[in-house]
């Protein structure tokens, strides 16, 4: 298996209830940011695409909902409508230039159709034929990220997964108040790289008593702990552990979750590694996270 990841999942199947009921008028995927690359008005899911391209991605699966396919190829496979529109558009060299970005991205996307939502597990389940036996980033689709360096966060944990062939994780350093909104991760410091950690469990939202028993990690602050960022460089190996809990019935809350999965796939693997990402993710998700975005991001 080839170190180099050249393939991004981003799943996009969701139903966006928490940012009701304009998701009734469209998708959350949609819903416009100031791109701080270039301060051109997009929707997520373009934000989203770019950094996976941007750092080195070629080929990108969207995970979608059967209805709304064709909502995601009206706009990264067709030219603006109606027709006075687009004239409108042609005559402005800007507007031009982006078009021609939407389509040239467009080229370079897939799909794969959850037919039931099952959870965000089962979601990534469904690119397992496209993904065909290869490493690859998975992606969040209701999260946009700021990085602090040179380098886009996506491609700081590819450039990990390529130096080690493993799969990696991006983490942040995050309050204890908010461990009930995500996953955590238990894991030892590797000596040659400050940001790079050795994980030893992976757990998805655990209670403040637990993470302080077997969460805390050396050289981090008291009440701070690394939990999941959004990205994640992964083996094909994931797809058994994910068809293992579909085989078995393996549930959280009724569905199937991704971070039992990972958890599986780091007990198969000799060494599963977490990346303190030198960067910011930004969540759409839910309307305060939203407001925070537009507020933040550009800064």
């Not at 006075?84 to 558009?89: H, I, N, P, S, V």
């Not at 950690?197 to 008291?222: N, T, V």
Request: include cysteine; charge should be negative; glycine fraction near 6%.
């Amino acid at each position: 298996m080839s170190n180099k990841i050249t393939k991004a999942v981003i799943p996009v199947a969701g139903y966006g209830t928490r940012l009701y009921p304009a998701t009734k008028v469209f998708k959350k995927e949609f819903f416009p940011i100031i791109d701080r690359e270039d301060g051109y008005a997009k929707p997520v899911v373009q934000i989203i695409i770019e950094e996976a391209i941007e750092s080195g991605i070629e080929e990108v699966c969207l995970i979608v909902q059967e209805e709304d396919e064709k909502v995601f190829r009206s706009y990264f496979d067709e030219p603006p409508v109606p027709e006075k529109l687009r004239l409108k558009l042609d005559s402005l060299d800007w507007a031009s230039k982006l078009s021609k970005r939407i389509l040239d991205l467009g080229k370079r996307i897939s799909y794969a159709v959850q037919e039931k939502q099952e959870g965000y597990g089962h979601a990534v389940y469904c690119a397992k034929d496209w993904v065909n036996d290869e490493p690859f980033l998975l992606m969040l689709g209701d999260h946009i990220y700021k990085s602090y360096t040179d380098k886009r966060c996506a491609r700081q944990i590819l450039d990990m997964f390529e130096k080690f062939g493993n799969s990696v994780i991006a983490v942040q350093r995050t309050p204890e108040e908010f461990l009930p909104l995500f996953g955590t991760i238990a894991a030892e410091r590797c000596k040659d790289n400050p940001k790079l950690y050795r994980i030893s469990e992976i757990k998805e939202k655990p209670s403040i008593d637990y993470a302080r028993k077997h969460f805390q990690i050396d050289g981090l602050e008291k009440g701070q702990y690394l939990c999941m960022f959004g990205q994640y460089a992964l083996t094909p190996e994931l797809f058994d552990c994910l068809k293992y809990q579909l085989d078995n019935d393996i549930r959280e809350k009724g569905e199937i979750q991704l971070t039992g999965a990972l958890e599986l796939l780091r007990q198969d693997e000799k060494d599963f590694y977490a990346y303190e990402t030198d960067g910011k993710a930004y969540d759409i998700g839910i309307p305060t996270a939203y407001v925070k975005t537009l507020r933040d991001y550009l800064r």
